[in-house]
């Protein structure tokens, strides 16, 4: 049954609500055959309970590499057995994101920009919907440009902001605007940030990330094919985005949170920032540097999850 129809019947169907994920479709019922394209999946061809039902945690990103890479961490902290060498991509049948399962760890890229993660989230939340996976918390760990703080720095959203640093995402839906909020959960958050405490070489921060639709003009940098601005504006316009809470700038947390929110999935954005924006616009790090970057929110998500877990106290 999908529980959004089930909304009004008690507690102990809300105690179902919040466990489950929740789909926000009422048409999803009643099709035979629910095929997650992009993901090379379907409820009738897969056994998706089997597959995916034991999943607690869910980590996305941009890139397919490192979501491979992360796989591979996982398996070693969480010490299963196996060579983590040789997991393998669900995903194989398309080339449009990559998925691995590592115990109940899923590890799946998700492209750049909002377009591109959106679909994915549309059917990673079919997938755990029909997996009937419960109490799922789901990661985006990803890189930013860094707002007033040092390259290296780990933000964890407080809030996923837009261009005019409001706490929301818009929708085009059959030519009109939805709006739907972009509110993470406030407890993930901390939690994170306790961790990081926890850890060596992991400086982090909670701040506001802005959540833009271009890496270049869109992100108010001077260094595209484009650029419509002066100087002087695009440090009048990080100005204010430091003033409205603005730590990082990336390109997809709002639809990420949004989504998230809406089917009742506790989520949290850590991404770490390459440079600080108000310093330049360029990523001049070395490749050395920036892997090891890259792997400060692994690091920080693995302990949490090790934590969760128990593995740790
Ligand atoms: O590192 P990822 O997760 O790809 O995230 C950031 O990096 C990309 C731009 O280089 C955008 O997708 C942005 O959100
Ligand atoms: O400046 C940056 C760096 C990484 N990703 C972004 O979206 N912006």
Do not use: W
């Not at 607690?56 to 902290?77: L, P, T």
């Amino acid at each position: 049954m999908t529980p959004i129809l089930l909304n009004c019947m008690g507690s102990e169907h809300n105690e179902f609500i919040k466990q489950h994920v929740q789909v926000n479709n009422p048409y999803l019922e009643g099709m035979e055959e629910d095929i997650l394209y992009h993901f090379s999946l379907s409820n009738r061809t897969h056994n998706l309970p089997e597959m995916f039902g034991d999943i607690k945690f869910v980590c996305v990103g941009g890139s397919a590499n490192r979501m491979k890479a992360f796989a591979q961490f996982i398996h070693q902290e969480l010490q299963l057995p196996g060579n983590p060498k040789e997991i393998t991509d669900i995903c194989e049948g398309t080339d449009r994101y990559c998925m691995y399962k590592v115990g109940p760890v899923l590890s799946i890229s998700h492209g750049m920009g909002v377009p591109s993660i959106s679909i994915m989230l549309h059917e990673l939340i079919k997938l755990l919907h029909h997996a009937q996976s419960r109490d799922v918390v789901v990661f985006r760990l990803g890189t930013s440009g860094g707002v007033g703080l040092a390259p290296g720095t780990v933000v964890i959203t407080d809030k996923a902001v837009d261009y005019s640093f409001r706490a929301q995402f818009e929708q085009v839906v059959l030519g009109k605007v939805i709006t739907r909020s972009t509110e993470l959960d406030e407890g993930v958050a901390s939690e994170l940030l306790q961790c990081s405490s926890e850890l060596q070489n992991i400086p982090s921060v909670i701040g506001n990330t802005m959540c833009t639709s271009d890496f270049y003009e869109g992100q108010g940098r001077l260094d595209g094919a484009l650029c419509s601005f002066s100087r002087a504006e695009k440090l009048e316009y990080l100005r204010k985005a430091y003033e409205a809470g603005v730590r990082n700038i990336e390109m997809e947390s709002t639809v990420f949170a949004a989504m998230c929110r809406v089917c009742g999935l506790k989520a949290a954005v850590i991404c770490v920032t390459l440079l600080n924006r108000f310093d330049g616009d360029q990523i001049t790090s070395t490749h050395d540097v920036l892997t090891e970057y890259q792997q400060r929110p692994q690091v920080l998500v693995s302990h949490f999850i090790k934590k969760r877990l128990g593995l740790i106290v």
